[in-house]
T-cell receptor, first 113, second 116 residues
Framework: GDSVTQMEGPVTLSEEAFLTINCTYT??????LFWYVQYPGEGLQLLLK?????DKGSNKGFEATYRKETTSFHLEKGSVQVSDSAVYFC????????????FGKGTKLSVKP | KAGVTQTPRYLIKTRGQQVTLSCSPI?????VSWYQQTPGQGLQFLFE???????NKGNFPGRFSGRQFSNSRSEMNVSTLELGDSALYLC???????????????FGPGTRLTVL
C-alpha cells in the first residue's frame, strides 16, 4: 500500500541555518503531497502542498518540490528561526476511496538561538 | 472563517468506560476525518464521513465508531476503553466534494484522551 518515509529526528540547528527534511513516498497512483507542522500542544497546520509532478509548494519561507522521478518531496528553508521549532509531517493523499492522508512518522526540529 | 473545533480538549477515563468526542468542521466543509496520534504508532487514520455517510475507514477495531450530522458536525465514540486508547484524537475537515487527492484537510487542536 501507499506509504511515506521521512528522515528520523530530532534535528537540531542553530538560528539562520539551512534546513532540509527528507521525505520519500510510495504510491500506486499520482498522489498529492503535503507538509504539515505541529507546534507543542496543538493540532496540525498545513504548511504547503503540491498536487502534481514538478509543482513547488511554498509558504513562510519553506519550500518543497514534487519530484516524481525520485518519489520525493523534501522540505527546505534557507534560514530557520527559533519559532520554527516544531514537529514536521510529510503526508500523501491518493484520492478516490482512499482520500485519507497517510503520514510519515514526523521529524522534530529544534532551533537554538 | 472559524477553524475546526474539537471538544473537549482533555479527557480522563478509566478502562472499560466509553467516551464521545465532538468535532465541528469549518463552515462549508462537508467531509470530516478522524485520526489517532500516539508516540509509538504516529498518525493513523480512523474514518471519514461525508454527507452523513462513512466514506472511508481505517484499520481499527469496531470499538471505534463515528457519525456525522446534517450540519456536518461529527462525533466519534470509543467503547470499552483500553489503556492503549490513550492518544491525541485529531479531527480534520475538508470540502470533500471532489473526494479526491487534491482535497486539503484542515485540522482541529485535538482531544487528549487519557485512559487510566
Amino acid at each position: 500500500g501507499d506509504s511515506v518515509t521521512q528522515m528520523e529526528g530530532p534535528v537540531t540547528l542553530s538560528e539562520e541555518a539551512f534546513l532540509t527534511i527528507n521525505c520519500t513516498y510510495t504510491a500506486t497512483g499520482y498522489p498529492s503531497l503535503f507538509w504539515y507542522v505541529q507546534y507543542p500542544g496543538e493540532g496540525l497546520q498545513l504548511l504547503l502542498k503540491a498536487t502534481k509532478a514538478d509543482d513547488k509548494g511554498s509558504n513562510k519561507g519553506f519550500e518543497a518540490t514534487y519530484r516524481k522521478e525520485t518519489t520525493s518531496f523534501h522540505l527546505e528553508k534557507g534560514s530557520v528561526q527559533v519559532s520554527d521549532s516544531a514537529v514536521y509531517f510529510c503526508a500523501l493523499s491518493s484520492g478516490g476511496s482512499q482520500g485519507n492522508l497517510i503520514f510519515g512518522k514526523g521529524t522534530k526540529l529544534s532551533v537554538k538561538p | 472563517k472559524a477553524g475546526v473545533t474539537q471538544t473537549p480538549r482533555y479527557l480522563i477515563k478509566t478502562r472499560g468506560q466509553q467516551v464521545t468526542l465532538s468535532c465541528s468542521p469549518i463552515s462549508g466543509h462537508r467531509s470530516v476525518s478522524w485520526y489517532q496520534q500516539t508516540p509509538g504508532q504516529g498518525l493513523q487514520f480512523l474514518f471519514e464521513y461525508f454527507s452523513e455517510t462513512q466514506r472511508n475507514k481505517g484499520n481499527f477495531p469496531g470499538r471505534f465508531s463515528g457519525r456525522q450530522f446534517s450540519n456536518s458536525r461529527s462525533e466519534m465514540n470509543v467503547s470499552t476503553l483500553e489503556l492503549g486508547d490513550s492518544a491525541l484524537y485529531l479531527c480534520a475537515s475538508s470540502l470533500g466534494s471532489s473526494g479526491g487527492r487534491t482535497d486539503t484537510q484542515y485540522f482541529g487542536p485535538g482531544t487528549r484522551l487519557t485512559v487510566l
